[in-house]
């Protein structure tokens, strides 16, 4: 991808967020869900941009359970589809948007759901 079609699939990322209230821009940097371009290493060895997401979610561990960082990257090529890419943000947003011991709850009556199917 060239620059152009990087910086309109990020524009396409960022609205979709937006839209899910996983990004809002106008409420400067703290939002539940950061999207940056890195330079990464492909499965060939080159340095390409690739698209990064980072989020926060509820997660069960050993302990218990706890609020851990997740990620999703996609390299920026010519099959890269940023709708598809964000859809496996998106379709979790009420999960990443919940409150801690609501997810607790769920998780608690169903440990093996999936987080996509939460709702309040």
Not at 24 to 51: A, C, L, R, W, Y
Not at 52 to 81: C, Q, R
Not at 90 to 95: D, M, Y
Request: net charge negative; glycine share 6%.
């Amino acid at each position: 991808m060239n620059k152009v079609e990087i910086k309109k699939a990020v524009g396409v990322i960022q609205n979709e967020l937006a839209k899910y209230g996983l990004m809002t821009p106008s409420n400067g940097i703290d939002f539940p869900v950061s999207i940056m371009v890195e330079q990464m290493e492909n499965e060939t060895g080159k340095m390409v941009p690739h698209i990064v997401a980072k989020w926060k979610e509820t997660t069960i561990v050993s302990d218990g359970y706890d609020k851990m960082p997740h990620s999703k990257t996609g390299e920026l090529n010519k099959w890269f589809n940023a709708g598809l890419f964000v859809n496996g943000i998106t379709q979790r947003a009420e999960w990443i948007k919940a409150e801690f011991e609501d997810c607790v709850a769920y998780l608690e009556d169903n440990p093996f759901a999936h987080p996509a199917l939460f709702n309040k």
